[in-house]
C-alpha cells in the first residue's frame, strides 16, 4: 500500500535507476560499445546502401598524426599502450573553428555530472570556440525523456541518441525532427573537418537515417565486445588451464565449482555461448537476419541458437553457475562475484579486463583477468558474426541554423582528434596541473579531474575505435591482440553497418524471446517451448519480415 | 475542550517526572497484565524488531567496510571487519550533496505546507454529507487515483505552463494526493457533530469551526498525512529527472540516484571508487543509510501526536 | 448507481432530480426551515433549492475548489491525452505532440482487441488477481495487529522505538530489499550455506515460480506493514479512555474492550482502506516483480502494470499503453464501486456516503 501518489510513480521508475538494463555493460565511456537492442521501427522504413549511400557517405580520410604501437587488424581497435609526453602531443585542429556562438546539448549520462560552469568545460569551449550548455539526463532512464523532449516543440539543439535506445517511434521521430548532415559532410566537404575525415566509412554508414547522413557515429570495432573474463590469477593457482571445447568447459567447470566454500565456476555464459555455437549477432536486430544458400535466416530459427540455449541449460543443471546470477537482475552484479573470486569465469563487455584491472590493482596487486578465446562447438575455431560498427548517435535539430550546424560540427571534430593530440588529452583528461598529473610519464587524474573530465563529451564526436591505457600497457596489448584473433574468425552478416528501420508493425514481434531465452537456459521452460515460439513468431508475421528484409535486400543491397 | 484537558492534566500533582521505561501507572479499572500476555506480546514485537533491525545491521555495517572487506566477503557483510568512513566522506565531500539536501528541504517544506492546505480544506469542504454537490466532486477526485496519464502529455502540459526547470514541477504535479484526501475526511467526519453543531449555533462560520474545533481534534490524522507528503516529497525523483535539466537544482534523491548508479561502471567513478578504496557497494548503503535519517527526524514528530487518550471524550466513540 | 462517466467539473455537477428532502440530512436545520417553505413550486423547486443550498455550501464549495482545480489541471488535461488509446498515435507526426493526436489515425478498439487476443495479457491478469487476494489476506490484517500490539504497550520508550523501528524498512528501496532477502534465502545466502555444511543442498526460495507468489508477499509485508500501521494508530489515539473506563466498570475484560471498543473505533478506517485497496487491486507492486522476472522467469511474475510497460512504454507503443491503462482504470473505478456498495450495505461509509 503506497498511501501517498507522490511517492508511488518515482518508486516505480526507480527500479531503472537500480537495475541499468542493457545500458550498464555499456556505459561508462570506454571506447568499446555495443548492447543489446536495438534499431526497430519508424515512419520512414527500410535502409540505405550502396550507390545512394556512396553519394551521401563523407569521404575517408586516414589520421596520421600518431602510428598506434598496435595496428589495428581484423576490425580490432588500434591499441596505444605508451603514453605521450606533453611536449610530443601533436595538433590535430589547428584553426579554431566554432563561430562563439551557443549550443544546448542534451546527452544521456551514467555518474554524478559536474557542474555547469566547470573549469573543464569552459577549457573545452575556450579550445573549441563554441559556448556548449550540457542537458545532462540520466543514462539509465534516458529514453523516457527522449520520448516525451521529442514530441515536444522545444528541442535541445543536439541529442545523443544510443542505439539501444531507438525503440518504438524513436527512429521516425528522428527523421522528422534532425538535420540532414550530408551538405556540410558529404564526399569531399568532410575535409573541413580532418578529424571527422578520419572517421571510418562503415561508421559513417550507420549514421544514414531516413535516407539521410543525420548522425555523427560512435564507431566501435565490429568484432563481438562480449569476452569469457577469467580469473588468471585463480586459474594459475589452482593450476587450471583454459578450457578449449564446450564439453572441456563443462567439465572444467563441474570440477572448479565448491559451492561449500561459495566457489562457482562461471555467472550467466548465455552470451558466450552464442559466440562459441556461431548463433548470429543479437546485438541489433537487423543483424539477427543472414543470407543463407538463398534465404534469409533469422538467428532464433537456427540450429545454432537452440544449441547454444541447450548448453547453457547444462551449466544451469549441473549447478555451475553461481546462484545469484539465476536470479538475473536481482542478484546483483556480476562484476562484484568475479572480484571476490566466488565466480571465476563471466561474460561481459571487454572494457572490464581494464574496467576490473584498475579497480583491484590498486589493493590487490596479484590481481589479473583474460578473455579466453572463444572455440568452436567441437573445439575447433569459432564462427563468430559482426557487431555493428556504431551504435551511439548525435544529431543536430532541423531548426538549428547553418552557423549552428557548422559549430556543431566543430565541437565532434575537436572530440574526434585520435590519441596522441592536444585536442584528445584535453578532451579525454582536462587541463594539465588542474585535471591531471603527469606521474612517472603517464597521464594521472585529480580529484578534480575525476569529478569534472567524466563523460561530458564522449559522444560528441570520436576517432576509429582505439584502447587506449598507458598505465596498463599489458591489459592494452590484451584487449587488442584478443579483438585481433576473434576478428579473424568473424563474419560480416547481410545487414552487417546498416541502420535498418522495421515497419512498425513488427516492430515488437521478437521482444519475448530474450525472455525465452532466460527461462529455457535456466530449466523454467523447454527448448520445445521455444520452437513452439519460433513458429509464432513465423505466423505472426516473421515470415513477412524475412520478405521484407529480403526485398530490401534486393533493393539496396548490403554494406559489405 | 482539548483545552480544558490539558489544563487538568497540568494541574495533576506530578511531582517527579517518571523514566520514559517505566510503565505509566495504570488507571484503577484496569486489570493487571498477565505475566504470558506480557511475555507473548514481548515476544511478537521482539521478532518483529528483530526482523527488521537485522537487515539494517548488515546494511550499516556494510556501509561501513574497506573494499577489501566486501570483495571478500563478495556481497553485503554481516560480521564488520575494521570500520572506515570513506563512503559516508565521499558522500559529504563536495558541496553538490549539500546543495541538493538544502533544495529536498525547500522542496519539502513548501511543498508539505501546500498540499496540506489545499488538502485539508477540501477534505473538510467534503466532509459534510448533503452539502451540494459533495458526491460529484468526490467522484472527480476519486476518478484520478484510476486513470494515470501517459508520460508525454504530461511533460507537454507541464511544459506549456512554463514550469520545466522551476521548483514548481516537483511540487504542483503531485501536490494533491486523493488518497490523503479521503484519509482526512474520513477522520473529519467522524468528529462528534454536536460540537460542530453547537458552534454554528454560536455563529461560528466554516473557516473557524475549521480552525477551532477540526482541527485541533484531528491532530493524529493531520500528523499523519503531513508525514505522507513530506516523506512523499522527500523521496521524489522522478519528475525531478523529467522536468530539471539544471544540475544545480537537482533534489537529493536523485543525487544520490547519480551516485548509486557509479556502482556499475568502471569510468567516471568518483575518487575513492576508482583508486580502489570505496567499495561502490559501500557506498550505495550509505546511501541507503542517509536514506532513512527522515525517520529519525520524523519519528519524534508522529510520536508526540500519538499520545493516547489525548482527544479524551472529545469523539465520539 | 452508476458513475461510470466522470463529471467535467464541480459546477457543472447538477442534479435536479435531487428534491430538498432527500438532501437533508441532520445538519443546519434551522436555516433549511425556511427554504422549504419557500419552494412551493415544483418546478421551481429544485432551481431554487440549488440557489440557496449554493449560498449555504458555498463556503465548503470554495474550500474544495484548490484541489479540484488543480486535479483538474495537473490529472485531467492529461488524462485526455489517453484518447489515444483508439488511434495509432505517433507524438513525432507533428511539431508538438498535442498536435500530433489530431493527425494520428483513428483505429477504433483495434488496440484493445490487440490486447484481449493476447495470451500474456490473460496470465498477467490472472498473476495480479492471485497476488492481490494473497496480499489481501496475509497483508492486510497485519499492519492493524501491529498497530493493536503498539497500542497495547504503555512504556512511553518502548513504545516510541518500537514504533521507529517499524517504520524504518519503508524507505528502504527495492533493490535493496530485495538483495537482503537474497542475501538470507537466496541460493548463496545465509540459509543455503549453512544448509550445505550440514550437507543439505539446493535450498534456493528466491528462484522457485511455484513459491514466489508468497515471497513477493512476504517482501512485501517486510517492507511496508510496518509504515502501514500509522493510520490506525492515529485512529487508535482517538478512542477516549472513558469509554473504556466505563466498559471496565461494567465488567468488560481486556479481550471484550478490545472487541467492543477499539475495533469499532478502527472500523471506519479500515472500511476505507480496504475499499480503496479493493479498487487498487491491480497494482500489486511494479518495480519489485521487474527485479525479480529473471529470477523467477515471466510466467510466475508478469502482472498487469510489468506487461503494460514491457509491451507499451518500453517499445514505445503510446497507443497500446494507453489501451490497457484506460482497461485498468475502468476496472479499477468499478472494484473501488462495487467494494464501496458493499461497504454501504455493511453498514460502513467507506469512501463517500450513499
Redesign the interface.
Known amino acids: 500500500?503506497?498511501?501517498?501518489?507522490?511517492?508511488s510513480?518515482?518508486?516505480?521508475?526507480?527500479?531503472l535507476?537500480?537495475?541499468?538494463v542493457a545500458a550498464?555493460a555499456v556505459?561508462?565511456?570506454?571506447p568499446l560499445l555495443s548492447a543489446c537492442g536495438g534499431s526497430?521501427s519508424g515512419?520512414k522504413d527500410g535502409t540505405t546502401s550502396g550507390k545512394d549511400a556512396a553519394k551521401i557517405l563523407p569521404a575517408y580520410v586516414a589520421s596520421t598524426v600518431v602510428a598506434p604501437d598496435i595496428p589495428a587488424k581484423n576490425g580490432s581497435a588500434a591499441g596505444f599502450s605508451k603514453a605521450i609526453p606533453t611536449a610530443d602531443l601533436k595538433t590535430s585542429v589547428t584553426k579554431k573553428l566554432g563561430s562563439g556562438g551557443r549550443l544546448r546539448i542534451?546527452s544521456p549520462f551514467?555518474?554524478?555530472?559536474?557542474?555547469?560552469d566547470n573549469p573543464y568545460y569552459k577549457a573545452m569551449n575556450e579550445a573549441i570556440g563554441v559556448d556548449v550548455t550540457w542537458?545532462?539526463?540520466?543514462?539509465?532512464?534516458y529514453?523516457?525523456?527522449l520520448?516525451?523532449?521529442?514530441?515536444?516543440?522545444?528541442i535541445p539543439d543536439v541529442v545523443v541518441v544510443p542505439g539501444w535506445n531507438l525503440?518504438?517511434?524513436?527512429p521516425?521521430?528522428i527523421n522528422?525532427?534532425f538535420a540532414d548532415l550530408g551538405p556540410y559532410l558529404s564526399g569531399d566537404k568532410v575535409r573541413d573537418y580532418p578529424n571527422l575525415a578520419a572517421v571510418p566509412t562503415e561508421a559513417w554508414q550507420r549514421g544514414i537515417f531516413g535516407g539521410q547522413l543525420r548522425a555523427i557515429p560512435f564507431p566501435a570495432p565490429y568484432v563481438t565486445d562480449i569476452a569469457p573474463l577469467y580469473r588468471k590469477d585463480l586459474f594459475d593457482k589452482k593450476g587450471y588451464s583454459v578450457p578449449t571445447s564446450p564439453d572441456d568447459f563443462l567439465s572444467w567447470a563441474k570440477e572448479a565449482t565448491d559451492?561449500?566454500s561459495?566457489v562457482?565456476a562461471c555467472d550467466d555464459m548465455k552470451w558466450t555461448a552464442f559466440n562459441v555455437f556461431g548463433v548470429l549477432s543479437g546485438s541489433d536486430k537487423a543483424l539477427w537476419w543472414n543470407m543463407d544458400g538463398g534465404k534469409l535466416v533469422n538467428r532464433i530459427e537456427t540450429e545454432e541458437y537452440l544449441e547454444a540455449l541447450e548448453w547453457t541449460r547444462k551449466l544451469y543443471a549441473a549447478?555451475v553457475v553461481?546462484?545469484?546470477a539465476?536470479?538475473?537482475?536481482?542478484?546483483?552484479?556480476a562484476?562484484?562475484?568475479l572480484?571476490?573470486?566466488?565466480v571465476l569465469v563471466y561474460s561481459q563487455n571487454i572494457?572490464?579486463w581494464?574496467?576490473?584491472t584498475?579497480?583491484?590493482?590498486?589493493?590487490?596487486p596479484d590481481f589479473e583477468i583474460a578473455a579466453f578465446d572463444f572455440f568452436g562447438p567441437d573445439g575447433g575455431d569459432p564462427k563468430l558474426w559482426a557487431v555493428q560498427p556504431a551504435n551511439i548517435f548525435t544529431f543536430i535539430t532541423k531548426t538549428a541554423s547553418e552557423q549552428q550546424i557548422k559549430d556543431f560540427l566543430a565541437v565532434c571534430n575537436f572530440c574526434a582528434a585520435p590519441y596522441g593530440t592536444k585536442e584528445f588529452m584535453l578532451t579525454a583528461y582536462g587541463v594539465e596541473g588542474t585535471h591531471y598529473e603527469t606521474e612517472k610519464g603517464l597521464p594521472v587524474?585529480t580529484?578534480q579531474g575525476?569529478?569534472e573530465v567524466?563523460?561530458a563529451f564522449d559522444y560528441t564526436g570520436n576517432p576509429a575505435p582505439y584502447i587506449a591505457y598507458p598505465d596498463f600497457p599489458d591489459v592494452t596489448r590484451g584487449m587488442v591482440e584478443w579483438q585481433q584473433r576473434m576478428g579473424a574468425f568473424t563474419t560480416k552478416s547481410s545487414f552487417f553497418g546498416l541502420t535498418v528501420t522495421e515497419p512498425?508493425r513488427w516492430?515488437?514481434l521478437a521482444?519475448?524471446f530474450e525472455?525465452?531465452e532466460?527461462?529455457v537456459v535456466?530449466g523454467?521452460?523447454k527448448i520445445s517451448d521455444m520452437q513452439q515460439a519460433v513458429s509464432d513468431w513465423k505466423s505472426k508475421g516473421g515470415d513477412e519480415l524475412r520478405d521484407w528484409y529480403k526485398k530490401l535486400l534486393d533493393d539496396t543491397g548490403s554494406a559489405n | 475542550m482539548t483545552a480544558v484537558l490539558d489544563k487538568q492534566a497540568d494541574e495533576r500533582p506530578a511531582p517527579k517526572k517518571p523514566s520514559p521505561w517505566a510503565a505509566p501507572p495504570r488507571p484503577v479499572w484496569e486489570e493487571e497484565p498477565s505475566r504470558a500476555g506480557l511475555a507473548s506480546k514481548g515476544l511478537v514485537l521482539g521478532i518483529a524488531c528483530l526482523a527488521i533491525l537485522f537487515p539494517l545491521w548488515v546494511v550499516i555495517v556494510t556501509s561501513l567496510q574497506s573494499k577489501k572487506t566486501i570483495d571478500e566477503a563478495g556481497g553485503l557483510v554481516v560480521i564488520p571487519k575494521g570500520i572506515t568512513f570513506v563512503a559516508y566522506q565521499e558522500l559529504l565531500s563536495g558541496g553538490q550533496v549539500q546543495r541538493a539536501a538544502l533544495v529536498s528541504i525547500g522542496v519539502t517544506v513548501v511543498g508539505t505546507l501546500f498540499s496540506m492546505t489545499v488538502s485539508v480544506l477540501c477534505a473538510y469542504g467534503l466532509s459534510r454529507s448533503g452539502s451540494l454537490g459533495h458526491r460529484w466532486i468526490l467522484m472527480t477526485l476519486l476518478a484520478t487515483m484510476f486513470f494515470g496519464a501517459g508520460l508525454i502529455p504530461t511533460y507537454l502540459l507541464v511544459q506549456a505552463l512554463g514550469l520545466t526547470d522551476t521548483y514548481l514541477a516537483l511540487i504542483l504535479p503531485s501536490a494533491v494526493s486523493v488518497f490523503n484526501i479521503l484519509v482526512l475526511r474520513s477522520f473529519f467526519m467522524g468528529i462528534s457533530q454536536e460540537l460542530i453543531d453547537s458552534a454554528r449555533i454560536d455563529g461560528a462560520g466554516d473557516w473557524r469551526i475549521l480552525w477551532k474545533i477540526v482541527m485541533p481534534l484531528s491532530r493524529a490524522v493531520l500528523a499523519v498525512i503531513a508525514l505522507f507528503y513530506a516523506v512523499g516529497y522527500w523521496s521524489a525523483w522522478f519528475n525531478a529527472s523529467i522536468y530539471l535539466t539544471d544540475q544545480d537544482m537537482m533534489p537529493l534523491q536523485n543525487v544520490m540516484i547519480q551516485l548509486v548508479q557509479k556502482q556499475e561502471r568502471p569510468v567516471g567513478l568518483a575518487a575513492q571508487v576508482n583508486t580502489g578504496q570505496l567499495s561502490s557497494l559501500a557506498l550505495q548503503m550509505a546511501v541507503m543509510v542517509m536514506a532513512l535519517l527522515p525517520v529519525a527526524v520524523l519519528s519524534p514528530f508522529v510520536q508526540k501526536h500519538f499520545r493516547k487518550g489525548m482527544l479524551t471524550g472529545a469523539v465520539k466513540g | 448507481m452508476s458513475h461510470n462517466t466522470v463529471p467535467r467539473s464541480a459546477g457543472e455537477a447538477k442534479n435536479p432530480a435531487r428534491t430538498p428532502a432527500a438532501s437533508g440530512d441532520g445538519d443546519g436545520e434551522g436555516e433549511r426551515k425556511g427554504t422549504r417553505a419557500r419552494s412551493r413550486d415544483p418546478k421551481r423547486a429544485g432551481r431554487l433549492s440549488l440557489r440557496l443550498r449554493f449560498r449555504r455550501d458555498r463556503t465548503l464549495l470554495l474550500m474544495a475548489l484548490p484541489a479540484v482545480l488543480l486535479l483538474l489541471v495537473f490529472n485531467y488535461i492529461p488524462i485526455l491525452g489517453n484518447v489515444v488509446a483508439f488511434q495509432e498515435y505517433d507524438p513525432y507526426l507533428s511539431e508538438n505532440g498535442f498536435v500530433a493526436i489530431f493527425q494520428s489515425p483513428w483505429v477504433g478498439f483495434e488496440q484493445f482487441e490487440r490486447i484481449f487476443a493476447d495470451s500474456a495479457f490473460w496470465h498477467a491478469v490472472q498473476n495480479t488477481f492471485v497476488l492481490f487476494f494473497l496480499q489481501l489476506v496475509l497483508f492486510f490484517p497485519v499492519p492493524i495487529l501491529l498497530a493493536l500490539l503498539i497500542n497495547s504497550v504503555v512504556r512511553p520508550r518502548v513504545r516510541a522505538i518500537a514504533q521507529a523501528v517499524m517504520y524504518l524498512p519503508h524507505f528502504f528501496s527495492w533493490v535493496l530489499v530485495v538483495t537482503v532477502f537474497m542475501q538470507i534465502f537466496g541460493g548463496a545466502g545465509i540459509i543455503a550455506q549453512t544448509l550445505r555444511q550440514h550437507g543439505i543442498e539446493g535450498f534456493d526460495l528466491m528462484t522457485n515460480p511455484d513459491t514466489f507468489k508468497y515471497l513477493v508477499t512476504a517482501e512485501t509485508i517486510w517492507k511496508d506493514a510496518g509504515w502501514g500501521i500509522i493510520v490506525f494508530l492515529a485512529a487508535l489515539s482517538s478512542v477516549s479512555d472513558d469509554l473504556y473506563e466505563a466498559a471496565a466498570m461494567d465488567g468488560a475484560g481486556r479481550w471484550r474492550r478490545l472487541w467492543h471498543i477499539t475495533l469499532p473505533a478502527l472500523r471506519p478506517v479500515i472500511a476505507l482502506l480496504l475499499v480503496l485497496r479493493v479498487g487498487d487491486a491491480l497494482t500489486v507492486g511494479f518495480e519489485q516483480l521487474l527485479l525479480q522476472r529473471q529470477a523467477v522467469g515471466v510466467d510466475a511474475s508478469d502482472v498487469l502494470d510489468t506487461y503494460v510497460w514491457w509491451n507499451g512504454i518500453r517499445n514505445q507503443d503510446f497507443s497500446y499503453a494507453a489501451a490497457a491503462g484506460l482497461i485498468k482504470g475502468v476496472v479499477g473505478l468499478a472494484l473501488v464501486l462495487t467494494a464501496n456498495k458493499v461497504a454501504h450495505l455493511m453498514g460502513e461509509q467507506g469512501v463517500y456516503k450513499k
Open positions: 500500500m503506497t498511501p501517498n501518489s507522490a511517492t510513480a518515482p518508486s516505480r521508475r526507480s527500479f535507476a537500480s537495475t541499468a550498464a556505459a561508462g565511456g570506454a526497430q515512419s542534451m551514467w555518474g554524478t555530472p559536474p557542474k555547469g542537458q545532462n539526463q540520466d543514462g539509465v532512464t529514453d523516457e525523456k520520448g516525451a523532449v521529442l514530441a515536444s516543440s522545444e525503440n518504438g517511434k524513436i521516425g521521430a522528422a525532427k559451492a561449500r561459495k562457482w549447478k553461481h546462484p545469484d539465476v536470479s538475473g537482475k536481482a542478484g546483483g552484479n562484476g562484484n562475484r572480484t571476490s573470486g566466488q572494457s572490464d581494464w574496467g576490473k584498475a579497480e583491484q590493482r590498486t589493493q590487490n587524474k580529484t575525476v569529478n567524466n563523460g512498425n516492430a515488437n521482444d519475448s525472455q525465452l532466460d527461462d535456466r523454467r521452460k
